[in-house]
């Protein structure tokens, strides 16, 4: 199943939100690199304590699937550039032309 994952109101260079994922609560935390005008994901268990950071995040490129950890979500997290703009998500780009999408 397919589910879209509203990142909030909030949009700082770095912001973090709980959410559930395939009955698991998780961490997501967003980080903006303006130098390299690009996003950084990371993800963190329930207690905060971190899986993984400083993953580049690509449109249409799963985040997760190179990593292999038994605390990582059962499915797969990957930004959509739902806008057709053919690059890779900017500043203001979250939750509008880029969304978040998560598969079971």
Known sequence: MLYSITLGESRDVSFSFYTTLSGTKFVLMFDYNYRAASWYFGIADANGDIIKTGIKVKSNIPLLNTYNDDRLPLG????????????????????????LMYEE
């Open 76 to 99: 797969e997290l990957t930004i959509v550039d739902v806008a057709k703009t053919g690059r890779d998500p900017i500043f203001d780009d979250l939750d509008n032309t880029h969304v």
